[in-house]
């Protein structure tokens, strides 16, 4: 996980040094405590190794990070269709 999120942070690098990986899917939350409890040991034990922050986070929290760093996004103006597998008509 550090490894991914070193990596993440190189291909994304911006002002600042926060990044969001997003955990879960649609099924992934029928068993909550489970997957939290790992989440947890996943956040504790990446902390340790201390190269990283881990930590519970919103979207919102993100991107007012993101404002804080006065960081600015680029416009993509071309298509982008996440499941298209062809140029668009």
């Not at 911006?14 to 099924?27: L, R």
């Not at 409890?37 to 034990?45: A, F, G, Q, T």
């Not at 990446?46 to 922050?53: T, Y």
């Amino acid at each position: 996980f550090v490894a991914a999120a070193l990596n993440q942070a190189e291909a994304y690098a911006t002002k600042d040094n926060n990044i969001m990986f997003t955990m879960g899917s649609d099924f992934h939350y029928a068993d909550a405590v489970t997957w939290f409890k790992n989440l947890d040991k996943l956040i504790h034990y990446v902390n340790l190794d201390g190269r990283v922050n881990a930590f519970y986070s919103t979207p919102s929290m993100y991107t007012q990070a993101k404002h804080d760093a006065n960081v600015t996004w680029n416009i993509k103006r071309d298509d982008w269709f996440p499941y298209c597998d062809g140029k668009a008509e």
